[in-house]
C-alpha cells in the first residue's frame, strides 16, 4: 500500500512551557508544540497525521533524560498509541533493554515529564497499559511501533522502551515478518535512498475489538508509512508504506 506524505497544518508556537503531555486545550491549536521536529516538513511546512481531539488521545513528546527522542499520539481508552513518529538516522548496534517504562503524566499530571519505570507513579495504570497487562502471554508481546531496529544511538534505544510505544502483537509476526518485511525493509530502503536527505517515519496500529486482561485493545492491524524530503529543496522524493494484519502469518 502506498501512503503519500500526510496532511499539511500551520503551527504556531507560543512562548509557553508546556508539559510533555500536551493539554487538550492547547493540542488542538498546535500538535505536538514541543516535539514538531519529528513530523515531516515538506516545503518548510511541518505536515501531521490525523490528530484526534477527544480527550482520550494524548499526544506525547516522549521524552528521556530531558531530551525529546519521538512523538506518540495515545489513546488512554484504548491504552494503545495510535502511532508513533520519528526521524530515522540510520542504525547503530546498541544494546537491547528490559527494563520498560511509562508516561507519568498521563496518570498524574505533576508526574516527570521523563518517562521512567512505573514505581513511584501516583495512579500508575489508570490511563495506560503497565508491564503486568503483558504477563502471562503467550500469543501476544510487546510490540514496539517505534523499533529498536531503526534507532542510532543508546539512549534513543532506551527510549523506545516505553509501554506507551507498545500494543499488544502477534509473537510470530513480532519476530518474523513485521521485523524482516516492514521493519527491515524500510531501513534498507531509507539507508539506499534517503540518507543523504530527511527520512520520517510514521508507525500505528489500527485499534481491534479483543482487549487483553480486559484493559488493553489488541490492534487489528499494524502499519508504517515513510516519507523523504530532499536535504535542500525539502521536497518530497520518497514515500512508502505497509499495513499487516496483526496475526500469525508464518508461511
Ligand atoms: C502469571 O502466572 C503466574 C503463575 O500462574 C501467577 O502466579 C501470576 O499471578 C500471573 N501474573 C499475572 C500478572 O497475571
Ligand atoms: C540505557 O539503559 C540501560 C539499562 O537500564 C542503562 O544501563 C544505560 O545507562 C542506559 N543508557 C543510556 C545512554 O541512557
Redesign the pocket.
Given at each position: 500500500m502506498q501512503l503519500t506524505c500526510l496532511l499539511s497544518f500551520i503551527v504556531l508556537l507560543p512562548a509557553l512551557v508546556l508539559p510533555e503531555v500536551i493539554p487538550p486545550q492547547i493540542a488542538a491549536h498546535t500538535p505536538f508544540v514541543n516535539c514538531n521536529e519529528f513530523f515531516a516538513k515538506p516545503g518548510g511546512i511541518v505536515t501531521f497525521p490525523t490528530i484526534f481531539n477527544q480527550n482520550q488521545y494524548k499526544q506525547i513528546c516522549q521524552k528521556?533524560?530531558n531530551m525529546y527522542e519521538f512523538a506518540t499520539l495515545y489513546n488512554t481508552d484504548d491504552k494503545i498509541p495510535v502511532y508513533s513518529a520519528y526521524l530515522y538516522r540510520g542504525n547503530e548496534v546498541c544494546?537491547r533493554?528490559?527494563?520498560w517504562y511509562i508516561e507519568p503524566q498521563l496518570d498524574d499530571p505533576n508526574g516527570s515529564p521523563n518517562m521512567r519505570p512505573k514505581r513511584g507513579v501516583n495512579g500508575a495504570g489508570e490511563h495506560q497499559a503497565l508491564n503486568t497487562d503483558y504477563k502471562n502471554q503467550t500469543e501476544y508481546e510487546r510490540g514496539h511501533l517505534y523499533p529498536v531496529f531503526h534507532t542510532f544511538?543508546?539512549?534513543t534505544?532506551?527510549a523506545t522502551y516505553t509501554l506507551t510505544n507498545a500494543a499488544p502483537q502477534d509473537r510470530s509476526l513480532n519476530r518474523g515478518k513485521w521485523r524482516v518485511q516492514v521493519e527491515g525493509a524500510t531501513k534498507t530502503f531509507l539507508d539506499a535512498h534517503c540518507f543523504s536527505g530527511f527520512a520520517y517515519v510514521v508507525t500505528g496500529v489500527v485499534p481491534g475489538i479483543k482487549k487483553l486482561k480486559n484493559r488493553v485493545i489488541i490492534p487489528s492491524f499494524f502499519w508504517s508509512a515513510y516519507c523523504c524530503l530532499d536535504k535542500t529543496s525539502m521536497k518530497p522524493t520518497y514515500s512508502g508504506g505497509f499495513i499487516t494484519p496483526n496475526n500469525n502469518q508464518r508461511d
Amino acid at each position: 500500500m502506498q501512503l503519500t506524505c500526510l496532511l499539511s497544518f500551520i503551527v504556531l508556537l507560543p512562548a509557553l512551557v508546556l508539559p510533555e503531555v500536551i493539554p487538550p486545550q492547547i493540542a488542538a491549536h498546535t500538535p505536538f508544540v514541543n516535539c514538531n521536529e519529528f513530523f515531516a516538513k515538506p516545503g518548510g511546512i511541518v505536515t501531521f497525521p490525523t490528530i484526534f481531539n477527544q480527550n482520550q488521545y494524548k499526544q506525547i513528546c516522549q521524552k528521556y533524560n530531558n531530551m525529546y527522542e519521538f512523538a506518540t499520539l495515545y489513546n488512554t481508552d484504548d491504552k494503545i498509541p495510535v502511532y508513533s513518529a520519528y526521524l530515522y538516522r540510520g542504525n547503530e548496534v546498541c544494546d537491547r533493554k528490559n527494563t520498560w517504562y511509562i508516561e507519568p503524566q498521563l496518570d498524574d499530571p505533576n508526574g516527570s515529564p521523563n518517562m521512567r519505570p512505573k514505581r513511584g507513579v501516583n495512579g500508575a495504570g489508570e490511563h495506560q497499559a503497565l508491564n503486568t497487562d503483558y504477563k502471562n502471554q503467550t500469543e501476544y508481546e510487546r510490540g514496539h511501533l517505534y523499533p529498536v531496529f531503526h534507532t542510532f544511538q543508546q539512549c534513543t534505544v532506551n527510549a523506545t522502551y516505553t509501554l506507551t510505544n507498545a500494543a499488544p502483537q502477534d509473537r510470530s509476526l513480532n519476530r518474523g515478518k513485521w521485523r524482516v518485511q516492514v521493519e527491515g525493509a524500510t531501513k534498507t530502503f531509507l539507508d539506499a535512498h534517503c540518507f543523504s536527505g530527511f527520512a520520517y517515519v510514521v508507525t500505528g496500529v489500527v485499534p481491534g475489538i479483543k482487549k487483553l486482561k480486559n484493559r488493553v485493545i489488541i490492534p487489528s492491524f499494524f502499519w508504517s508509512a515513510y516519507c523523504c524530503l530532499d536535504k535542500t529543496s525539502m521536497k518530497p522524493t520518497y514515500s512508502g508504506g505497509f499495513i499487516t494484519p496483526n496475526n500469525n502469518q508464518r508461511d
